[in-house]
């Protein structure tokens, strides 16, 4: 069942005292909120409510009785129903709506999407609307009631439920959480109940209790900082039955006891180490990102980063303070030994056993001079974690989606002569078309006139991020002597942009590692990545900027192409759809890295290490604009224009 809370506001001046804003999905409510009912706060009523409170098909706003009967509440006296705010949802998921009337009406909801359809997709703009109008409209045919209990809740119910029994049979779970080493009770762990946002935390006798938990089956986990998450699959609750539910958590190793490699001669303890070193390694990246560097952001403190804009770029980040205005501040990267001459978009972030990050210059110790900005240290997967003696065979395929983070507010008005109706005029005041349209005078030109023309979002039309698929075959075996680990690759991820700025990448890995003496150790890593992306020929997202929102980017050009080359006669840039759609570039990289090292203990006290590393990259690019295609500099047709480029950088390290 589905339910949801509200911390009724606005009632008397001295509960605002009590009543902190809350987050969207709180699961309680002050157990003062029980004497609003007592003192009249809801009023009941036993006839209909008014009819602007809801519409046949929304919900009803029922009250509980002591009896098995049900009374409506009154949306007309009711202070937390009356409150009013603005909404503008715009094909946004009913959970994200309904968490946003929460924090704007300083409502306490919480509610299982078992009741309603929390991922159905709403649209609501509203000025000044009531909370009881703006749950009504949302929660339109979805065939649920809001009931209000005594005790200050209020219950998302079926419409076809007992009301009684909705109230009533609420369980509860409680339970103890205790250390897995010493028994103790762990205090501040928070239990959750998931598929719902009933949470609660543990106290000092490490004790917890969630109440109002509908009947059913549930699974609990239970979270704190410095233990491993701990779940318990299979929890019943029974109806006005507290069940019982004590969990176990084990402490997580820090990352200051794992062991390091980077800066230093032998693995050595995080905790030996004279400096920091940051730590995260697959166990951390149960879905590893496209590219492998930004993989670490928000995992490592102190790291910078500005994650690629466009599939199959680069990511740029900072370890350290600048300390040059002509020379990169990046840090130098390290793949299985090989020092990265250029980029790392082409690196597979799947085969990825560890990333080590040295932000000071204790990299320098080894890297010299380059590392001076620190140092990534980036280790792939070498089958050695195997039971010995066993070959693994893996298929993995990964299939997503990308999306914009945040909309971007345009402009819905202009700054041009108008009459009383809105339409375009002159100085004269006669009305003209669009294209002859007049601006006010310098003293009050301000874009405060809306449009009366069908308006556009120019970001919607001109975004539109697809599909990202990557698949992966892997081998590995571990044997007595020899351990390796090979991979094949394909990644696919569509661009940004309506149809363009796309990147596939195919690869192969292997790594090999060899024993054939006690004392002598071979070790092998190769990877070859060959990648095509297309590019976004000139600015076209500054000319999107200067799109007027009554223009359609989306209009076809009288010649035949897709979309329109200049859509706005009083334009300044042209379509950036015709331009991407009318222009072609396209660059492939071919990257090639290898290393071998050998490594000789003769003595306990004498190792001997010789390494050697490879790093290639090709780069060949084309662009080609046929003739008589329009462009900003030849808007009459283009002669036509074809580049080709190509460029290389090789690097060998021992």
């Not at 040059?324 to 390290?334: G, Q, R, Y």
């Not at 569509?494 to 292997?510: C, E, K, P, S, W």
């Not at 990259?617 to 808007?635: H, V, Y």
């Not at 190509?646 to 690097?651: F, I, V, Y």
Request: glycine share 8%; hydrophobic share 40%; charged share 15%.
């Amino acid at each position: 069942m589905q339910v949801s809370v509200l911390s009724l506001t606005r009632i008397p001046s001295f509960w605002s005292a009590f009543m902190p804003r809350p987050a969207f999905h709180a699961a309680r409510l002050l157990s003062a909120a029980a004497c609003l009912f007592a003192c009249g706060a809801i009023p009941r009523v036993s006839m209909a409510q008014d009819g602007t409170q809801l519409a046949p098909r929304g919900p009803h706003f029922l009250l509980a009785s002591s009896g098995a009967e049900r009374v409506r509440v009154d949306v007309a006296k009711t202070a937390v129903l009356r409150h009013r705010l603005s909404v503008n949802f715009d094909s946004v998921s009913l959970g994200a709506a309904l968490a946003y009337v929460a924090r704007e009406a300083q409502l306490d909801l919480a509610y299982s999407n078992a009741i309603i359809p929390i991922d159905k997709r709403v649209a609501l703009r509203a000025e000044n609307i009531t909370v009881a109008a703006a749950l009504t409209e949302l929660l339109l045919d979805v065939d649920v009631d809001v009931l209000f209990s005594n005790s200050g809740q209020a219950v998302l119910i079926r419409r076809s439920d007992d009301v009684r029994k909705a109230v009533v049979v609420a369980g509860s779970i409680t339970g103890r959480v205790t250390d897995g080493t010493t028994s103790a009770p762990v205090a501040g762990v928070t239990v959750a109940v998931r598929g719902t946002n009933l949470t609660a935390v543990t106290r000092e006798d490490g004790r917890y209790t969630i109440a109002s938990v509908p009947p059913a089956t549930y699974t609990i986990e239970a979270r704190r900082l410095g233990y491993t998450a701990t779940t318990r699959t299979g929890v019943v609750v029974a109806e006005n039955q507290a069940t019982t539910v004590d969990l176990v958590i084990q402490t997580a190793a820090l990352q200051l006891q794992a062991t390091v490699i980077t800066g230093v001669v032998d693995p050595t303890a995080g905790t030996s180490l004279p400096f920091t070193v940051g730590r995260v390694t697959k166990d951390d990246l149960p879905v590893p990102a496209m590219n492998p560097l930004a993989d670490i952001q928000g995992k490592v403190a102190g790291v910078t980063m500005v994650p690629p804009a466009q599939p199959g770029s680069d990511v740029s980040i900072q370890l350290r303070t600048p300390t040059s205005i002509n020379k990169s501040n990046s840090p130098l990267i390290v793949v299985d030994g090989v020092i990265l001459s250029s980029a790392s978009p082409d690196l597979n972030s799947l085969d990825i056993e560890s990333i080590e990050i040295v932000k000071g210059a204790a990299g320098a110790s080894l890297y010299g001079s380059r590392a001076a900005s620190g140092v990534i240290q980036i280790r792939t997967a070498r089958g050695n974690n195997l039971a010995p003696g066993t070959t693994q065979f893996t298929a993995r395929s990964e299939l997503g989606t990308s999306s914009l983070g945040n909309g971007l507010d345009w402009s819905q008005a202009h700054y041009y002569l108008t009459n009383a109706a809105g339409q375009y005029v002159n100085a004269a005041g006669t009305v003209v078309p669009r294209d002859q349209r007049v601006v006010r005078p310098a003293a009050t030109r301000f874009q405060d006139v809306p449009y009366i023309d069908p308006t556009y979002d120019p970001v919607q039309q001109f975004f539109k991020p697809g599909k990202l698929m990557t698949n992966s075959f892997t081998v590995a075996q571990n044997g007595e002597r020899t351990n390796f680990l090979t991979t094949l690759s394909r990644q696919q991820q569509d661009g940004v942009v309506l149809g363009h700025g796309g990147y596939t990448r195919t690869d192969a890995r292997i790594n090999l590692d060899n024993r054939p003496h006690e004392n002598v150790q071979l070790s092998l890593s190769g990877y070859h990545a060959r990648s095509d992306r297309e590019e976004l020929m000139g600015d076209p997202f500054y000319g999107l900027i200067n799109i007027a929102p009554d223009v359609n980017l989306l209009v076809p050009d009288p010649d035949g192409t897709k979309y329109a080359f200049q859509p706005d006669l009083q334009g300044v840039n042209a379509n950036p759809l015709y331009l991407l759609e009318t222009q072609r570039s396209n660059t492939q990289r071919i990257r090639t890295l290898g290393s071998l090292s050998i490594k000789f203990t003769p003595l306990s006290w004498l190792t001997f290490d010789a390494n050697g590393s490879y790093d290639r990259s090709d780069q060949n690019g084309d662009s080609f604009i046929n003739r008589g295609l329009k462009t900003p500099t030849a808007p009459t047709g283009s002669p036509g224009v074809l580049t080709l480029s190509n460029a290389s950088t090789s690097a060998i390290n021992a």
